[in-house]
């Protein structure tokens, strides 16, 4: 293998100059700590302007901020108070920005027996009885469960009779079919009824006690 032109002996006694290294760093050292001082020269001359300055400016407050002046500037602030209150006012008078309340779409039933008596006993014509596969009984309203039942059936109605396009049909399919079939049941709340109709007539029905079931309608009406 040849040997580099160069001999490495020749780096051995090239020494790093320590004066220029040491010069060096006294010259960090010292920017530094300019630095600091001047950070701490300018905080003492703060404060100093602060000490100096805060009776000048007390007094010149104390002269300024006299009992009238005072009484004025209080009027001032109740006066902006009012007109801040007085701002969502007067934007719901001039129609800029406040938004409409909306009001809840009044129901079409007043109550639950006005639901039963109207729609489900003249609509829902099935045969009912001790020779038929349903139950039913003309005082449902003795019955808990078809309370709750029929209740749920003419809220739901109420909402989805809303929607022109398909609400009757949901009604039917979530609703209607499932309650009804639980109503109808021969072992359900009317299961010990020996109420019974003729193919095609109206379900059975007697009106409940007066008050038992007040109109919603007329009571909104007198609050």
Known sequence: M??????????DDIQPDEAGVEEIAASQAAAAMAGVIDKLVLAEVKRETR?????????TVDTALTEDRMLVLHERAQHLDEEQLT???????????AAPEEVPPRLYFGSVDE????????IFRRRVGERAVRGWS?????SAEAILQLEALWRSWEH?????????????RDHADPHRAALFDPDGPFATSTDTNRPGEPLPYTAPPEGLFPDVQV???DS
Do not use: H, N, Y
């Open 160 to 172: 989805l009779r809303l929607d022109p396009a398909t609400g009757m049909s949901v009604w039917l």
């Open 138 to 142: 003309a005082e449902w309203w003795r």
């Open 51 to 59: 000490r100096r300055l805060q009776p000048l400016i007390t007094a």
């Open 115 to 122: 639901f039963v008596r109207e729609f489900i006993v003249p």
């Open 87 to 97: 701002v969502p006012a007067a934007s719901a008078t001039d129609g800029s920005a």
């Open 2 to 11: 040849s040997q580099p032109p160069w001999d490495d002996d020749e780096f």
């Open 219 to 221: 009571e909104s009406a």
